[in-house]
C-alpha cells in the first residue's frame, strides 16, 4: 500500500484538476449564451440583404462577387474550420476523417481556419495552402477568405455545426448550394411590398456592379456564420468535454481520499501493533 503523504499530494493535484475544469466549463457556458446571439444576429442581416439582391440580380448563378471577365481556378478549394487549441473535445478529430474522405491532392487545395487544424492536417500528412487564426473577437473580418475563395470555381466547408449542448455534427457544404439554399428559405419566409427594381431605384454604376456588392456582402455573411456556428461547437464541445473531466476529477478524488484514510488507518494500526508488540516484549523481558 502506498504511503499516505503520496496520497494526499496526488488528491491535492486531482482537486486542482476539479477546480481548472469547473473554470473553464463556467467560461464556456458563458461563451455559449453569447455566440448564440451572434448567429442569431447574423442569420436576420442575410434575411434583408437576401431581399434586395434576389429583386436586382443579373442570373440565377451566385458569382461570388466575381467581376464579368474574371476567371477562376478550376479546383474545388476546401475549407476547414477548427479550434484554436486541443481543449475542445474529439470535435476536430471528426472534421479530420470527414475531410480526409473528400480531399484529393490533385483536385483540392486546402484552407484552414485555426491553428488546431494544422496540427492534425500534419499527423495525417496533409499539405495546405492557405491558413488564418481563429478570431478570438465578436467582429470576425472574412475579406482575406473571400479574396482566396473567389479565385476557385467551387469552395467547399468543413465546419462544426451547434444542435445541442450534449450534440454536435461535422457538416460538409458547398458555398454555392448553401448560399442558394438559404436564399430559397428566404423567399419563403418573406415577401417584399417594396420591389427594388431599376424603375423604382437607380443603381450606380450599374446593376451588374450592385448585384457584385451584394454578393460579397451575403458571402461575408455566410462565411461569418460558418465560423459562428463552429465556434458555437466548439465551445458546446469544450464544455462538454470539460464537464466530463470534472466528473471524472471527482470520483479520482473521492477514490483517492478513501484511499488516504485507508493507508492512514493501516499506518496508525501498524503503529499500534509494534507498540503492543513491543510492550509485551518487554513485559515478557520483566517476568524473566
Do not use: C
Amino acid at each position: 500500500m502506498r504511503r499516505p503523504l503520496e496520497i494526499k499530494a496526488e488528491e491535492a493535484a486531482a482537486r486542482s484538476v476539479v477546480s481548472l475544469t469547473s473554470a473553464l466549463e463556467s467560461i464556456s457556458s458563458m461563451q455559449i449564451a453569447k455566440t448564440k446571439n451572434k448567429v442569431l444576429i447574423s442569420n436576420q442581416f442575410f434575411d434583408e440583404v437576401w431581399n434586395i439582391y434576389k429583386q436586382i440580380r443579373v442570373d440565377v448563378m451566385f458569382n461570388y462577387g466575381r467581376a464579368v471577365d474574371e476567371t477562376p481556378f478550376n479546383k474545388e478549394l476546401l475549407i476547414l474550420i477548427t479550434a484554436k487549441g486541443g481543449l475542445s473535445g474529439d470535435i476536430d478529430n471528426r472534421l479530420i476523417r470527414k475531410f480526409m474522405e473528400r480531399y484529393d491532392e490533385t483536385k483540392n487545395d486546402v484552407l484552414v481556419i485555426g491553428h488546431h487544424g494544422t496540427t492534425k492536417l500534419k499527423q495525417s500528412h496533409v499539405d495546405y495552402n492557405y491558413y488564418f487564426d481563429l478570431p478570438e473577437h465578436d467582429y470576425i473580418n472574412v475579406d482575406p477568405l473571400m479574396d482566396i475563395m473567389k479565385k476557385y470555381a467551387k469552395s467547399r466547408i468543413f465546419y462544426q455545426n451547434y444542435i445541442s449542448l450534449s450534440q454536435q455534427e461535422i457538416k460538409e457544404v458547398d458555398l454555392s448550394d448553401v448560399v442558394s439554399s438559404k436564399g430559397r428559405a428566404v423567399d419563403l419566409s418573406t415577401v417584399g411590398d417594396d420591389m427594388v427594381t431599376e424603375k423604382t431605384y437607380i443603381f450606380e454604376p450599374n446593376s451588374y456592379a450592385v448585384a457584385a456588392y451584394l454578393e460579397n456582402s451575403i458571402l461575408r455573411l455566410t462565411i461569418s456564420q460558418f465560423i459562428y456556428d463552429s465556434r458555437l461547437a466548439q465551445v458546446a464541445s469544450r464544455f462538454k468535454a470539460m464537464s466530463a473531466a470534472k466528473e471524472r476529477s471527482i470520483t479520482n478524488v473521492t477514490e483517492l481520499h478513501t484511499e488516504y484514510n485507508r493507508a492512514k488507518r493501516n499506518q496508525v494500526d501498524t503503529r499500534l501493533k509494534e507498540s503492543m508488540s513491543g510492550l509485551k516484549k518487554l513485559r515478557a523481558g520483566g517476568e524473566a
